[in-house]
Structures are given as structure tokens and as C-alpha cells.
């Protein structure tokens, strides 16, 4: 009876369709539904056999890459390796990746690593990161690891995908260029420590000739101050010696002690510390210098000529100059001594060549022996008894290495000739005599 109302009601309501009609426009839909799911099922298993293509192929061309290759999935764990990291780490992906390659990072690397990874892996990051880690055959190799986030085709984060390559012998390299350099730089160290040593035990030597020179220089006022004590005392005894004999005394004796301060004083001036670059007259150091030896020269009757037509004015450090030219000078008067030559003489020389002046001192000593000729600028070489063979080798740094110039040597007639050359100053330029 419900399914006789229910047509009658159906009727009613619906007139001109019959049941039939109706079932079978329900079965036309049931048959749309059931090709559309049909198609659907299709199209995802025609998806998902395209993807798990996709990834086949790129896991197939990744095992082919020449780097390490590596992926993750969005909750950072790592879940394959490429052929080339599981050769480099000896590994397999059936094994627990995850732990096993985090625990062949280097204990010092580790920690900095996976901070700096979950940082950028937080971020969504790009990044680079220098690392070491154990290789197949037990020895720690450098990784160059560069990894980057992935997102599906609707822009969801699904993980990271990164590559390294092996850059241990770039680091090796590095390092190698390091330890040379700390090397250089030791060695640095050491030589400037060698030069200072140098320096000051040349300065020293510099004082013993230059005490020698006082002397010298010393003897004759010494003398004269003398002669003056002695004439008192005769004047004394024979009445004679009244206030203006005694004023005219006193007068002779102050100048001569003023003189003999001043040598203190020039002496004091040539040894002070002086790294001032400046501007100098060759001819004045000359002149400074002749101040100082000429008394031990005069005692060993050796003449010195000076030729200088016209002054020339250089760069470089003046005081320091000048030990130099001092030393030279000496070893010109030694080698008259030892030869026992009756007339020594000493020549010197200024003119210019080109951006240079010249500074040229030849003496008639004998000249230096050929067996001995190369090695005269060589620290610690001589010939002297109580010698300690450092003068002309600080006289070549302060020239060539200190002011850039240059110094020659050679044998002539009777003697051995020394050049010295150093750049001329820029016309002009403020002279700073010493």
C-alpha cells in the first residue's frame, strides 16, 4: 500500500514521467559517476606511474652525476644518498643513513654544521657550508656541501636537496700557502731581528773606531793645555806671571776645552737615532765626516782630496749616511796602515749620473785581495784581528736596502775604488742637513 501511494503521490506531483523513466535516468547517472571515477583512478595511476617515472629518472641521472647528492624529506630526516656518496662513504641506503653519515662528520665540524643546517633548514634557506668527513677508507676529507629547499607544484615545502664535491686538496692548498707564509713570516721576523743585532753591534764597533778618533782628536789640545800650565808655572817662578798673563792663559785654555766639547758633541750628534727620511747635501756629510777622522788621518800622514764642482742634494736618511761613508773612510785608513805606505791619500768624489748622486771614495791602500773579493759585504767577514766583519755589510742594507740606492766596488791602480749611489732629491724639495 506505501509503494501504491507513493507512485500515486509521485504522480501527482511529477506528471508525464513514468517510474521507468526515472530508473532509468538513475542507472544513466550511476554509469557517468562510475566513468568518472574510472577516469579519475586512471588519470592518478597515470600521474603516479609519470612521477615514480620522474624520480627514477632522477635518481638515474643523479647516480650518474660527478658530485655527492643528497635529499631530505620536510622533517629534516635524510632519506637517500646518490651512487657517488654511498662509494665516497662506503654506506648504503639500506643501512640507517640518518645517523650513520651525521656520526662521520669530524668531531670539531660537527656541531657547527648541523647548527647552521637546521638554521637554514628552519629558514627555508639556501646555503653553503665547509665541513670534513670520513671517507670509505677512514681519513677525513673536506666537503664543499651546498644544499636548497624543494617544493611540490602546489608550493608546499617538501624538503632539501643539496650536492658536495670534494675539496680536500684545495683546503691542503690553502693551508699549504698558510704554513708558507707563516714561514716567510718567521723568517721575516728572524731577519729583522738578525739586522737589528747587526745594527747595534755595528754601532758598537762605530763607537770603539769612533773613541779611537777622539783620541785623536783629544791629543793635540791635550797638549796644547798643557804647554799653557807649563808656561804658568814658568812665568810663576821667574815673576812674570801677572793678571793679564794669567787672563791671556785662561783666555787659550777656555777655547781650547770649548773645542774639545764641541768633539763630544759632534760625536754625539753622528751616533744619535735618526729614521727621518729628508732631503741632504753630499757635500756637507763630507765635510761632517772629515771633521771627525781628520785628526787620526793627519796621524798616520794620509792626504785627503775632496772634488766637488758643484753639490748634489739626495734622499735618504742622513746620519745613518754618514756611518756609512765613516766606515769606508776607515777601511781606506787601515788598509794604508797595513800597507805601510809612506803617502796615503784618500779621494772623494761628488758629481750626479742621471737620477743619482755619486759619491765616489778611492784610496791607494793596495786594493782587496781576489780570494776575498765576493765576500766583503758578508756578515761577520773580516780580515781584522779584533774585527767582527758587520761594517760593510750594514753599509750595504742602509743604502740599498734603507735608501733604495746602490754601492759599487772594484779595484784600480793602487787601490780599491767604493761608489755609492743614492736618488736624487726632487728639485725643490726642503733640504734637511744634519
Given at each position: 500500500m506505501k509503494s501504491s501511494h507513493y507512485s500515486r503521490s509521485f504522480k501527482a506531483k511529477t506528471p508525464g514521467i513514468s517510474l521507468n523513466q526515472i530508473d532509468e535516468l538513475m542507472c544513466s547517472v550511476n554509469r557517468v559517476l562510475k566513468n568518472q571515477a574510472h577516469a579519475k583512478r586512471t588519470e592518478c595511476a597515470h600521474w603516479e606511474a609519470a612521477l615514480h617515472g620522474a624520480e627514477e629518472n632522477f635518481r638515474t641521472i643523479a647516480d650518474a652525476a660527478p658530485v655527492l647528492m643528497w635529499r631530505t624529506n620536510a622533517d629534516h630526516t635524510s632519506y637517500w644518498f646518490?651512487?657517488?656518496?654511498?662509494?665516497?662513504?662506503?654506506?648504503?641506503?639500506?643501512?640507517?643513513?640518518?645517523?650513520?653519515?651525521?656520526g662521520r662528520i669530524h668531531p670539531d665540524d660537527a656541531e657547527l654544521r648541523l647548527k647552521l643546517y637546521r638554521q637554514h633548514f628552519d629558514a627555508r634557506e639556501s646555503f653553503c657550508i665547509e665541513y670534513r668527513i670520513q671517507h670509505r677508507d677512514g681519513a677525513y676529507r673536506w666537503l664543499l656541501d651546498n644544499g636548497a629547499p624543494i617544493y611540490?607544484?602546489?608550493g608546499d615545502f617538501i624538503g632539501y636537496i643539496g650536492t658536495c664535491i670534494d675539496i680536500t686538496e684545495r683546503k691542503e692548498m690553502e693551508q699549504e700557502r698558510i704554513d708558507h707564509l707563516q714561514q716567510l713570516l718567521h723568517a721575516t721576523q728572524q731577519s729583522a731581528e738578525k739586522?737589528?743585532?747587526?745594527?747595534?753591534?755595528?754601532?758598537?764597533?762605530?763607537?770603539?773606531?769612533?773613541?779611537?778618533?777622539?783620541?785623536?782628536?783629544?791629543?793635540?789640545?791635550?797638549?796644547?793645555l798643557g804647554l799653557i800650565l807649563s808656561d804658568l808655572e814658568d812665568a810663576s817662578l821667574f815673576g812674570e806671571c801677572d793678571l793679564a798673563y794669567i787672563q791671556t792663559a785662561t783666555s787659550k785654555s777656555r777655547k781650547i776645552i770649548q773645542k774639545m766639547s764641541n768633539t763630544i758633541d759632534d760625536f754625539r750628534h753622528f751616533f744619535r737615532d735618526d729614521k727621518t727620511l729628508g732631503t741632504f747635501s753630499l757635500k756637507k756629510v763630507t765635510e761632517e765626516c772629515l771633521n771627525l777622522v781628520e785628526a787620526a788621518m793627519k796621524v798616520h800622514n794620509i792626504n785627503i782630496v775632496v772634488r766637488c764642482e758643484q753639490d748634489v742634494f739626495v734622499k735618504g736618511y742622513a746620519n745613518e749616511y754618514s756611518q756609512a761613508v765613516m766606515n769606508i773612510l776607515s777601511n781606506a785608513k787601515d788598509a794604508i796602515v797595513d800597507r805601510k805606505k809612506d803617502e796615503g791619500e784618500i779621494v772623494i768624489e761628488?758629481?750626479?749620473?742621471?737620477?743619482?748622486?755619486?759619491?765616489?771614495?778611492?784610496?791607494?791602500?793596495?786594493?782587496?785581495?781576489?780570494?776575498?773579493?765576493?765576500?766583503?759585504?758578508?756578515?761577520?767577514?773580516?780580515?781584522?784581528?779584533?774585527?767582527?766583519?758587520?761594517?760593510?755589510?750594514?753599509?750595504?742594507?742602509?743604502?740599498?736596502?734603507?735608501?733604495?740606492?746602490?754601492?759599487?766596488?772594484?779595484?784600480?791602480?793602487?787601490?780599491?775604488?767604493?761608489?755609492?749611489?743614492?736618488?736624487?732629491?726632487?728639485?725643490?724639495?726642503?733640504?734637511?742637513?744634519?
Open positions: 646518490n651512487k657517488l656518496w654511498q662509494e665516497f662513504t662506503g654506506q648504503t641506503l639500506s643501512q640507517d643513513m640518518r645517523s650513520a653519515w651525521i611540490d607544484t602546489r739586522d737589528l743585532v747587526m745594527q747595534r753591534q755595528a754601532r758598537l764597533a762605530g763607537m770603539g773606531e769612533m773613541i779611537g778618533n777622539i783620541a785623536h782628536q783629544w791629543r793635540q789640545p791635550i797638549n796644547s761628488i758629481s750626479e749620473l742621471g737620477e743619482f748622486g755619486v759619491h765616489t771614495i778611492t784610496d791607494n791602500g793596495g786594493g782587496i785581495p781576489d780570494e776575498i773579493f765576493p765576500k766583503i759585504f758578508e756578515p761577520h767577514f773580516t780580515t781584522k784581528e779584533y774585527g767582527v766583519g758587520i761594517g760593510l755589510y750594514m753599509t750595504v742594507v742602509s743604502i740599498e736596502k734603507n735608501m733604495n740606492g746602490r754601492i759599487a766596488v772594484e779595484n784600480v791602480a793602487e787601490g780599491a775604488r767604493f761608489c755609492l749611489n743614492l736618488p736624487k732629491a726632487e728639485a725643490g724639495g726642503q733640504h734637511v742637513i744634519h
